[in-house]
């Protein structure tokens, strides 16, 4: 009896907690929540539900629901909460209890590549006879209807652009960024006409009176952008841009008066470009391209010495092992190497059924895909310059009564590495610049950051140069160094 | 402490390079070899010091032999025979990576376990001994050729060798360079050691060397006290050899 209480309790504690139930459409389209062919049920959205479980410990179920009838589903009490693209604004404010927000969108507006007659949203009012696609129940529905431009609406993003792009039955589609970002920008017939424009927020709709619900909401989502993970997936989706910084904790929405005040803003077409704005940016991406070159670097001679020992004195297994390695990690590029271990690791270790997580961080993932890349050059050199430091000076040790690796320390090594010191430093040069490539795996250093916000800006030309200079910046007086090393090093050369 | 080499034969391949050379240096004594290019001279040396590996015959410094032994297993790193004979080579091979004074106290520091201080007086005392105390701190490229033969002699002695093998050591250098090597050399030659040199130096050779020996194709042609090898030898290859190196 007394044994069965405990147990008891235990049963109950192993139950999982009853899952929370979240409305949205699957067929709004990307990026929010859609069906993929391939992965089946993906976004944006997706991603920070599952960011927002973990947070809440408590498992969240997915319902479909048509997006203009969310706001009734959830009064009614359908469902938990609606999260799907919801704008906020001041009639749904009035009924529903949103969260904090997870996203400041943006409308963007689109044209057909060809499109000559106007780049922004006032030249297309001014042009006669010109429709703007749209989708029905958006804010930028309602901000055509304000600026009373003619429009035809859908009822997802898909359908819009296909509509401009093959049917040509309107002239411009406006939508918000993420649509236009994923629909969009990957296709060669259109393109984004002037900057984005009117800003306003994403959240999550509740139940006015399910206010223990949202409040526990608003701390999870408070905790994601603390810890970062909702950056993470929004530079995961391309969605990151410098309009996302307000969304630290406490930055605003206590504030009054100062998002939703965005009519008079949809035919203002210049933001002000000013470098205090954009260079703490790219100086933090600067940051992280150091250390992760450092860190790489680092990684590169830690393993490249051994293998260089192992190609020259190992055992011939060893020695095949060492060419192994060195062929493999040169002859394959990078970029696959380092889209294997972010998106490929996890991959196996779930469908192994392993039970240890191999989602590494970018920045792990980076390090270690450049780190390992590198150290095939980095033991091509070492080996290189071992065996170019003249054979009299191993006689001469010998004959001193030295043995072998007291001679290999003291006498061959630091030769070799004075030879190897040029090349080397070269290689620290070439990395510096191939960090870059750390972009495909969601790593935000200088040059993701600078597509982020030079995509975000449309300011390509004066951020590119920003960028070049920050880059040459390093790089230059890294190459100065090698050279003043290499002449310091000098006089004790014969 | 004497050298005794007995039937040492070397191959390069097919190519015989030692073939059957016997040769003793007894103790304390100098002996000369001389003898045309590509005789095998260097070759020997370097089998003495336990540098390359004989195919037949023996070896013995002192108490210590060297026997044949395969190539391919050799290692020129495992010979006892250091303990007993230093050598210096044609082109320096000085750690151009570490000062004079270090080149000198590196050995007896890491192989002998010299402490700091002890091995710095050892190789200050040697660097003295051969005129070089006051570049203690220079690095090897800082010296001219016959400074950094002398210490090169220096780092050999630290070692405490009872026997010297010479190849060729003044080869490399400007004439007016040679004598202060060989003025070092005939120094320790009166304070007991024992040398064995390769050189072509006949006025040297006449001076210093207790028996002159002339190697070709890797055999002893003829070996006898200096004035007897060199102004009057038996075999007339020897005769042109001396008379084309005079001229
Ligand atoms: N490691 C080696 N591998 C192959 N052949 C070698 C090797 N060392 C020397 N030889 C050959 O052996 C022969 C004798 O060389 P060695 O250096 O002993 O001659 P030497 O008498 O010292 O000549 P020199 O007066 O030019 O210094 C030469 O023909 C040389 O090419
Ligand atoms: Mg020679």
Partial sequence: MILQIPLMLLLALAQPPTPLIW??????????VYRDNKLG?????????NALAEEL?????????AFDSLIPGLLKGDFDFAMNGLEINEERQEKIRFSKPYYIYR????????????????????????????????????????????????????????DLVSAGRIDAVFLDLPMAISYALPNKRLQFAGKPTARGFYAIGFHPKNETLAKEVDAAIDALKTNSKLRSILVKWNLWDECQEELSPGFLFEEEGRPNNITHSILEENQAWTINRYLPLLLEGTWVTIQLTLCSFALALVLGLPLSLARLYGSPWLKSLALLYVEFFRGIPVLLLLFFLYFGLPAIAESSGLNISLALSPFIAATLGLGLNYAAYEAETFRAAIQSVPQGQWEAAASLGMGKSLTFRRIIFPQAMRIALPTTTNDLVALFKDTSIASVVALVELNKQYQILAKSSLKFVELGLITALLYLALSVPLGRLARALEKKLAPERR | MNIKAHQICKTFGKRPVLDGLTLDVPSGETVVIIGPSGSGKSTFLRCLNGLQSIDSGTIQVGDHKLEASNEKRFSPFSSEIRKVQGMIFQDF?????????????????????????DARNLGLELLKKVGLESH????????????????????????????????????????????????VLEKLKSEGMTLLMVTHEIGFA??????????????????????????????????????????
């Fill in chain 1, 23 to 32: 409305a949205a459409d699957e067929e709004g389209g990307a990026p929010y």
């Fill in chain 2, 93 to 117: 091979n000085l750690f151009p990576h570490i000062s004079v004074l270090g080149n000198v106290t590196e050995a007896p520091a890491r192989v002998l376990k010299h402490n700091q201080a």
């Fill in chain 1, 107 to 162: 409308q963007q507006l689109v044209t057909r590549a060809d499109e000559k007659r106007f780049n922004t949203l006032l030249g297309c009012k001014n042009t006669l006879g010109a429709i703007v696609g749209t989708m029905d129940g958006t804010q930028a529905e309602r901000l055509l209807n304000q600026a009373k431009i003619p429009i035809r609406t859908y009822s997802s993003s898909t359908e819009a652009y296909s």
């Fill in chain 2, 136 to 183: 203690a701190n220079h690095y090897p490229s800082q010296l001219s050729g016959g400074q950094k033969q002398r210490v090169a002699i220096a780092r050999a002695l630290a070692m405490k060798p009872k026997v010297l093998l010479c190849d060729e050591v003044t080869s490399s250098l400007d004439p007016e360079l040679k004598h202060e090597v060989l003025d």
């Fill in chain 2, 206 to 247: 006449k001076k210093a060397a207790d028996k002159v020996v002339f190697l070709a194709e890797g055999k002893v042609v003829e070996e006898g006290p200096p004035q007897q090898i060199l102004e009057s030898p038996e075999n007339s290859r020897i005769r042109t050899f001396i008379s084309k190196l005079m001229s």
């Fill in chain 1, 57 to 65: 410990k408590r498992p969240i179920e997915f319902k479909q629901y």
């Fill in chain 1, 41 to 49: 049920r993906v976004g944006f959205e997706l991603d920070i539900i």
